[in-house]
């Protein structure tokens, strides 16, 4: 092996040093614990995959869901009936617990995702009342209100895993497990994906990430962690009862995800254990075991807002040295190709009403390769509302969007993004904790299918393809004379940056059609003009460009042809000069100054 | 009538003395590059960024005042981005903004929708619908409402038409000769220069030059500052150096 190599070999086995440390340590408390020490043990491991799961949809997706405790009592209760009424084996029961929370999340997820925050939590909470009822309610079948006893432990092809240790040992092993699921799908860009959908879910439509498709997988996924960890807790304890979907079973979760940490390996296990053995070791305070634990509480989260792995994390970042970070070297890309015979963008009839305004009234437009159109008129006359009609950021009421023939009216806005119409917003969606590289990179990743948990699993959003992603990230913000910021932060980026940052985004997606809001406000003269440069190069490379804008100075001497809406309806188009004198747009819209200048 | 409505300490060595001052029915723009800190003035002239030494309202210290306290002394401020409650329509934002002076609010809602005609149609709509211009239209009428004796404006031309800037900017003189003292930032500097009666050049957080438009234009800061150039020379009071034979 050479030295070359060796290096991240040595630099991996340093990572893992602390998790085999903490291994080696759980390992040796385990073997000189008491029977009850175990056990405690066994129930904080079912507590950690019950947070590892939670992590997918509270700390990635970022959706306050509080059905995971419900999620939890329904993988408890299957394997309590299945394996103690009907006697079936782990191998049968186990996987029934983890399908069946599952479907059941998949069945509720299309009307609940759709929710905003808070009603994505009341909605989850009334599903996990539901399900309480229905655990109590349940008669024979459930056990009632008395539960289901004599739960067998875990059996393997009629072998019983013996109790203590061996529960122990069989418990962790799953943990282990779902560590290496969790860290397999969440390491790479798909993390990164959840990052974006969290920080900014704009950005992510526009960079073709399906904000649906990733909040469902999440919320499948937390579903499933969440049965195997009550069926772990069912085998463990040998009952099951309404308890075991309580909501304090949810709230104990929530709280042990967010003073552990919300995306991070390490604060699953820091939260499931540190909450499973605080009151362990609490107890010698007898009345006031309680009042200090709230107080250990209150402290971990005032004292670690982001978990306590992530305050770990950032103490170990600030004793490390800091590596100076190394820029990937630009991709020589391809310039696209020329232009094939249809129109780019052909609108017909487009229309859209706000309640009782109509925004559209049946808007024709046409845009050709190499085309620069401007779009102008009084504010309100419904030209961001094009732009999201076109680019699918809202439904159509009624007309045709045709992409070099493809008829793309009714597709979202992530499917439009991947089918060559990239956009910027009037104020630029970036999301704030990705950096520039981060962002740009994720956009060449979307477009090759390289992002979600499937292509995660295949180690498709990782290691080479992940360094040519970035490499060809490298190429576009150095055409935009953005590589210099390729490490800051979005959050960080000043304003005469981001505009550099939002093209170099779209270009990414190698688009054919760009759509740019309102490009030129808040930038100078001099970013104005290299701004103009930069959309003439675009459509010389045969790029068709919507340029809506406010800012005649600069936009009349770009553009190839102006299109003047007013309320709604087109009321002049032609070249700017023509249209600079157009009596109705000086009165509507120009002024005189502008119109006669 | 206040000759120095406005006081706050500035950096920048150039200026005699090291505030800048506004006074009672002046226009006064803040002209500069992105990044050269006309933003971060606004807001801690507003007290919602630390400001670096005093600031006197017509006299009294007021930089230990909240800016809840600052707008009842009677600052009105249209901060960048809008800043609009997206739930609320477009009557109660403007009447939210009279600052419960309810006898009051009806004249000046009248002024207010002279002022934005487009925003009498609107009345009952929730600011989320409204169109990015109608959203700034919003936020300088919620503004004016309080009639304040001091105007703050941050970029109050971004995503407005052409003839709806030029409409706002005579207003804004006329607003003035009532006698309101108007400060603003704007990156459009043929128009700003058109209004204002002075302005200050900033350039990294520091003024480097003031002075009358004409003057200001003629000293060649402005093209240095908004070039971003590294180094900006500053230039030594320039309405002074004017008004030498």
Known sequence: MSSAALAPTLRGLGDRAPWVLAALCLAAYAATASPYGLRVLALAGAQVVLVLGYQFIFGHAGALSLAQGAFFGIGAYVTAILGGRYGLGFLASFPVSILAPSLLAAAIAAPVLRLATHYFALATLGLAQVASLAAVNGGAFTGGALGITGVPGIVFFGWAVPRGLGLVAAVWLVVAAASWLSVHLTRGLTGRAYAVLRGNPLAASAIGLSEQRLRLAAFLLSAGYAGAAGALHAHILGVVSSESMAFSVMVACLAMTVIGGSTRLAGAFIGALLLTYLPEWLRSLEGYSLLAFGAALLAAIVAAPTGIAGALAKAVAALGRTERPILPTPAELPVPQGPSGLSLLVVRGLAKRFGGIEALKGLDLTIDRGEILGVIGPNGSGKTTLANLVTGFAPTGGGTVILEGRNITALGASEIARAGVGRSFQNPALPPELTVLEIVTLARASLEDDLGFRAALAGRDRSDRRERHEAEAMYFLRSLGADGYAHALCASLPYRAAWRVEIARILALEPKLVILDEPASGLTEAEQGELARTLRRLARLGLGLLVIEHNMPFLLPVADRILVLDEGRAIASGKPEEVRQNPAVISAYLGRKVGLA | ?245
């Open chain 2, 1 to 245: 009538m206040n000759e120095r409505l406005l006081e706050i300490d500035v950096p920048g060595a150039a200026l005699e003395s090291s505030s800048l001052v506004v006074a009672a029915g002046e226009v006064v723009a803040l002209l500069g590059a992105n990044g050269s800190g006309k933003s971060t003035l606004l807001r801690s002239i507003m007290g919602l960024y630390p400001a670096r030494g005093a600031v006197r309202l017509a006299g009294e210290e007021i930089g230990a005042l909240s800016p809840a306290g600052r707008a009842r002394r009677g600052i009105g401020y249209v901060p960048e981005g809008r800043r609009l409650f997206p739930g609320m329509n477009v009557r109660d934002t403007l009447l939210v903004g009279a600052h419960g002076s309810a006898a009051a609010a009806g004249p000046r809602l009248r002024t207010v929708l002279e002022l934005f005609p487009m925003l009498e149609k609107r009345l009952e709509t929730p600011a989320w619908q409204l169109s990015g211009g109608q959203q700034q239209m919003l936020a300088i009428g919620r503004a004016l409402m309080s009639e304040p004796r001091l105007l703050l404006l941050d970029e109050p031309s971004l995503g407005l038409a052409p003839v709806v800037v030029d409409e706002l900017m005579l207003r804004l003189r006329g607003i003035a000769a009532q006698g309101t003292a108007v400060l603003l930032a704007e990156q459009s500097v043929a128009r700003t220069l058109e209004i204002a009666d002075r302005v200050y050049a900033l350039a990294m957080g520091r003024v480097v030059a003031e002075g009358t438009p004409a003057a200001v234009h003629a000293s060649g800061v402005l093209e240095r500052a908004f070039l971003g150039a590294d180094v900006v020379t500053p230039i030594r009071n320039s309405s002074r150096a004017e008004e030498q034979p």
